[in-house]
Structure formats: structure tokens, C-alpha cells
């Protein structure tokens, strides 16, 4: 929670109002699939929300940082915040036809992982759908920092990363059936990194 609180507090909009290109996607296969109100793990201050109420979603975001919350109240009003860790999933006890959750699940270490995604299952609809982003183990990221489990590193404190294989992936959502899965190419501009690229890969599956 410190970590995350620091970086919204001090950072602001950190990665800019243009929304993910992965949300773009997402919103494609959530349009096609009928998906009306949808669950964000992990909102941050809503850039990829804001895309999703614009086009009349209805949309539920969790977000640990409060700062985060307090930008997203005047970025995006439309959605409904909870301030909370995706590990203890705090909601409206509601479910939902979809869930999208970008640069969250690599943040965890395998027993968490686990957890975050038995939460996010309990949380969908019968046939609900998940739109996942995690980071690729084809990141130039990949391997720096000390290695504290398989594909994970942490180059900073208290952050540890896990990179994913296609298969690793698929595992992870073997209670899905997958409709598909790929990799997006995303730019970004922040911090001290500056102008930098990241291999993602996304998964776009079926609660079975």
C-alpha cells in the first residue's frame, strides 16, 4: 500500500489519460461478447475506466491507493471505487460479466496470484469473461533485479514482478476456457525511465 500510495501522491496521472491500448481491445471483445458491467482490479486513478464509462459500461474499480481515488473522483466520477487490496477484493457483493485487470496480476508472488484470481472468479457471473494483462517474459525487463521465485524478479523494493510465458499464462486461467491470447507493445513516458516500451501479453477467456 505505501508503494503504490507514494507513486500516485507524488507521480499524479503517472502514465497520462490516453487509456491503455489493451483497454481498447478490451472494450472490442466486451462489446462483441455482450459484457455490460465490468470489475477493475486495480483501477489506479481510472484512465482505463474512463474508457469503459464513456462507452456506457458500468464500471466497478478497486484501488488501494487513496490518492489514486482522490484524482480518479474528478478524472472519472462515472465509476464506482472501492480503496482496498485486490487480495481481500472489498466490493458491493455484487457479480459481473467481466473483469479487466491490467499490470496487476504480475505484481504478486504464485500463492497471491492464486488468491487474487479465486477472488476474481467468485466475482463473475455465470459465462463471465476476464480481460487479463500481465508482463511478457519476452520484456527487456526480464531477469533484472534479484530472482526470489520462477520468471520473478524484484528490481525494486517491495515490487516484485513475475514475467509470463503463453503457458504460464494459460495455466494461470485453466478454470477459463480461452478465447484468446496475445501480446501488445505499449509505450510509455514516466518517471525516471522516460520514453520506454513494455512486452505485455493479455488473456481473453471464459469462466467455465
Known sequence: MEYWENRFLNGG???????????????????KYGVNKILVPGAGYGRNTKLFTDTNLEVVGIEISESAINIAKSFNPKTQFFQGSVLDMPSNDENYDGIYSCYVLHLFLK?????????????????????????SDKDSSFGKGTQIEQNTFESKPWRPVHY??????????KDYSVIETGQIEEKENHG??????????YIFAQKK
Open 192 to 201: 525516471e525511465l522516460g520514453p520506454h516500451s513494455h512486452i505485455l501479453r
Open 111 to 135: 500463492e497471491d496470484r492464486i488468491l487474487f484470481l479465486k477472488n476474481c472468479y467468485k466475482q463473475l457471473n455465470t459465462n463471465g469473461y476476464v480481460f487479463f494483462v500481465v508482463f
Open 13 to 31: 496521472k503517472i502514465w497520462g489519460e490516453i487509456p491503455s491500448k489493451t483497454a481498447i481491445h478490451a472494450l472490442e471483445l466486451f462489446k
Open 164 to 173: 509470463f510465458t503463453e503457458f504460464d499464462l494459460k495455466e494461470h486461467f
